[in-house]
């Protein structure tokens, strides 16, 4: 079974590359080459090799979640991919569920200067957390004989983001916890003790917080800490979505302002459309950047998708910083990262299925009006309503959208710093649109199945160029 994986893996990307598969496949966007995929796991840079490593939950034997393996691909690029042999395959300690990769350059653990060690969650009859080594550049691991390294109390002990903690002089660990985010931390990754919590009584509670992610950003001299916390369900629009938190770590506790999150109105989202989920960042990404990616899918619907050989996408790949919005609260700015602004190619006429799209729009008493729409009549429409303060996209009309109650929706993203002229970009990819505030100021990430591509694009109030794309 496992060769027939491997000649599948290696095969397929063949016959994708051929244009041989169906019209919902991205062009420019991480896709598994066959079968099932959820969250993005492990992502880390390695220098010397300037290769971006990603694996993803993957299940091989069918395109609906099963069993799960942490599947490969790496670029040079972030615009397309190669695609490897899975990287590790579930063991008699469990499914291997969401996780992180560090580069262990002091050799702390004991398997090799420059190992790089995997920790995941090894799903089994409980929840525990364990860790494999490559000795190869992140082609093949070998399983830890001594997993689990670290056993919980509760059913939903899982997804651990590892980084090393400058402050602590340790590893830190963060770890999703049903409503709350445990820190452990370790001096050689094997063993680890507790050392605090955060979450009860912050944020949005509607469903189990899953993949965490802890980042320290600065901004004109002042260091915050932000902790990145998916949630499922209970986004804003219902399923999945990615909240954070902007508060300090002080080497042993995260503390944010509880005022400022103590409904679930107040809420921060790294995103605003429906199919941005599972977001984490590279670990060792050049230039001390925060580079992050997130599975653009909702478990709402996920496994109904009309794809047939595959399913699901990841986002194109972000850059992270921080933003005072317009009553002085940080917020996380999310731009495209410079290697997905490479994917703009040249400016072209007609609307192809896979373009990047350059909007201007100026403020004004009625709203300005974006459609994207096909020859069937199928559109998806976007309003920047400068009364309210919100952009929306709605998808209701945009092509197949009965496969789920759920998928036709209109997604709102407020405007949190007010200014007159809106810039606007637009990713479009046969099945995807992300839409980007100019400013980074917010972001939002939607499917669309339409029945044939979208051809025409019209704006009122506002003028766009559309690009080719370059790969
Ligand atoms: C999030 C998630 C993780 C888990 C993985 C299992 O989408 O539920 O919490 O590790 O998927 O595939």
Known sequence: MRRLVVILTLVLPLFVAAGGDEPYRSLYHHTPPVMWMNDPNGMFYDAQTQLWHLYYQHYPDDIVWGPMHWGHS????????????????????????SGSCVLDTNNTAGFGRNAIVAIYTSADKAQTQSIAYSLDGGRTFTPYKGNPVLTGDIADFRDPKVFWDKQADCWTMVLACQQEMRFYQSDDLKQWHFVSSFGLGYGCHGGVWEC??????????????????????????????TQYFVGDWNGKEFKCEKGKYENEKMARWLDYGKDHYATVTWHNAPGNRIVAIGWMSNWQYATALPTTHFRSQNTI?????????????????????????????????????????????????????????????????MTYDFNAQTFTCDRTKSG????????????????????????????????????????????????????????HITVKGGKAKIYNVNL
């Open 212 to 241: 965490p992610d802890l980042l320290q950003m600065d901004d004109n001299g002042q260091t915050k800490w932000v902790l990145i916390c998916n949630i499922n369900p209970g986004g804003p629009f219902g399923g999945s979505a």
């Open 74 to 97: 790496t670029s040079k690029d972030l615009k397309t991919w190669e695609h490897l042999p899975i990287a590790i395959y579930p063991d008699s300690v469990g499914m291997i569920f």
């Open 317 to 381: 790949a972000r850059d992270l910083s921080l933003y005072k919005d317009d009553n002085g609260e940080y917020r996380v700015r999310v731009l495209p990262s410079p290697e997905s602004k490479a994917i703009r190619g040249d400016r072209t006429k007609q609307l192809p299925a896979a373009a990047v799209i350059e909007i201007d729009v100026c403020e004004s008493r009625k709203p300005a009006l974006i459609t994207l729409s096909n020859d069937k009549g199928e559109q998806v429409l």
């Open 400 to 455: 197949k959208t009965d496969f789920s109650a759920e998928f036709p929706a209109v997604t709102t993203a407020p405007l949190f710093v007010k200014h007159n002229h809106h810039h606007l970009t637009l990713y479009i990819d046969h099945c995807s649109i992300e839409a980007f505030d100019g400013e980074g100021y917010w972001a939002m990430t939607n499917l669309v199945f339409p029945t044939q591509p979208y051809n």
